[in-house]
């Protein structure tokens, strides 16, 4: 028993290295951030639409059922890159509302005219207030929000279609039940 | 308090310091009030720019990192204390926010794991020199076939104990 304790750091080496990189294994980008605001409501807010006729997105339109809500911009590339997928989703009859981040409402346009309208409602955050108040550090980001109007999920940076089949879909469901 | 000579020796040298090229605060974003300036200054460097994740939002030319240092202003000017803006930020970002994470349960093994580690690492060693040292006092009891050799060599005349064995010099 004493002689095999020359092993014990060994041990205590592997332990960590198997602590520190199974994460890293897994998949999970180290730079991504849990939302702090989980299972709280979304802050309010009123943004604008992206013409003048067209009716903007407001918080209390994110409640009734369970829906995604899109943090975007036409200056981001991996948003241009996942366009298609929200497409897909909208398509299947997913809800998703989009949040213009910090974009010149003519370029969104465009971006959405160019590579289809996924959002069943677009709010423009001009300035990224409402990013802020929802702890945007980046776009792309999707929010899952339930009935009650509650943030459950974040996705930070490109929703692949893995992510979206394997977390948000199903949370989705789950929350509608 | 201070002597308007005085202050304007001063003011004449900060108008002739000339701006670092590196300074991420844009000359639009600062407050016309020095003392919540300085305040703003001293609280946005231990913001986290969520963006380059390792500078302070005073140090960094990110996008968010600007819009940040208007957030912590607008709310300086607000009237706001120097804690009533970290938790603002706290509240939407975390706590990763900030560059000194705050002294929690869940931080005690980050803040004093170290100190822990230390610490066993010092009994460890302390255990290992004790027996060392006790090693050297006290040599290790003689074996049987010693034993019997030395009762030899006291008894017998040398050279039946001189007897060597095989295979030694």
């Known amino acids: 028993m004493r002689r095999l304790l020359f092993l014990v750091p060994l041990a205590v080496v592997v332990g960590l290295i198997g602590a520190l ?29 992206l013409t003048p006729d067209v009716p903007g997105l407001e918080s209390v339109e994110l409640t009734g059922r369970p829906v995604l809500v899109n943090v975007f911009a036409s200056w981001c590339a991996p948003c241009r890159q996942e366009i298609p997928l929200m497409v897909g989703l909208a398509a299947e009859g997913v809800p998703i509302y989009g949040i213009a981040y910090k974009d010149d409402p003519a370029a969104t346009r465009r971006f959405l005219a160019q590579l289809g309208d996924p959002y069943r409602g677009v709010g423009v955050d001009r300035d990224g207030r409402v990013g802020i108040e929802l702890g945007v550090y980046g776009v792309p980001e999707t929010f899952v929000v339930d009935a009650a109007g509650r943030i459950r999920h974040r996705h930070v940076g490109l929703l692949t279609e893995d992510a979206a089949r394997r977390t948000l879909l199903p949370l989705l469901e789950e929350l509608a039940k | 308090m201070i002597r308007p000579a005085a202050l304007a020796f001063a003011l004449a040298c900060l108008a002739a310091t000339p701006i670092a ?12 009030d020095p003392m919540l300036e300085d305040r703003a200054r001293s609280l946005s460097l231990g913001v986290r720019c969520l963006v380059c994740q390792n500078q302070s939002i005073d140090d960094s030319n990110a996008d968010l990192a600007r819009d940040l240092r208007r957030v912590v202003r607008e709310r300086l000017v607000a009237g706001d204390s120097d804690q009533q803006v970290l938790d603002y930020l706290v509240a939407r970002y975390g706590a990763f926010v900030l560059l000194e994470p705050p002294r929690t349960r869940s931080t005690w093994l980050l803040w004093y794991g170290p100190f822990a580690l230390l610490g066993i690492g010092a009994v460890g060693i302390a255990f290992a020199a004790a027996r060392r040292a006790r090693r050297r006092d006290e040599p290790a009891p003689l074996s049987a076939e010693e034993r019997s050799r030395l009762e030899a060599l006291l008894s017998d005349d040398a050279a039946a104990a001189e007897q060597p064995s095989e295979g030694r010099q």
């Open chain 1, 21 to 49: 990189g199974w994460p890293i294994l897994e998949g999970r980008d180290p730079r991504a951030l849990p939302s702090v605001l989980l299972d709280k409501p979304v802050p309010p807010f009123a943004l604008p639409g």
């Open chain 2, 21 to 32: 090229p590196a300074l991420a605060v844009q000359p639009d974003e600062v407050l016309a």
